[in-house]
């Protein structure tokens, strides 16, 4: 299976604040086509932040123990791009 996306049409994308969603097996190319797209916004511009769907869960599960999931939501969004990778490699369970 081959995967062909041009940039712009990501680009477009973030410009709207869409999200957009790379589904599929291990080893088609997710995560290149993600790093393709995060240094074509780098190279226009654009802050990316990129983090595992686990890093993020823990990270804001951590801040709303310590009382600033608000604060932590807020620095999330502030990038033009957020990716999150390795989405449905680890179980998600309540609370983390």
């Known amino acids: 299976m081959y995967m062909y996306v041009r940039i712009a049409g990501p680009m477009r994308?973030?410009?709207?604040?869409?999200?957009?969603?790379?589904?599929?097996?291990?080893?088609?190319?997710?995560?290149?086509?993600?790093?393709?797209?995060?240094v074509a916004a780098v190279k226009a511009g654009r802050s990316v932040y990129r983090c595992s769907l686990a890093e993020l869960i823990e990270a804001l599960t951590k801040a709303?123990?310590?009382?600033?999931?608000?604060?932590?939501?807020?620095f999330y969004t502030r990038a033009s791009l957020l990716?999150?990778?390795?989405?449905?490699?680890?179980?998600?369970t309540p609370g983390g």
């Open 64 to 74: 709303e123990r310590e009382g600033c999931l608000v604060e932590k939501i807020r």
């Open 83 to 92: 990716i999150v990778d390795e989405i449905g490699y680890l179980p998600i």
């Open 13 to 38: 994308s973030i410009n709207r604040a869409e999200v957009l969603h790379f589904l599929g097996p291990p080893g088609i190319g997710k995560s290149h086509l993600t790093t393709a797209i995060e």
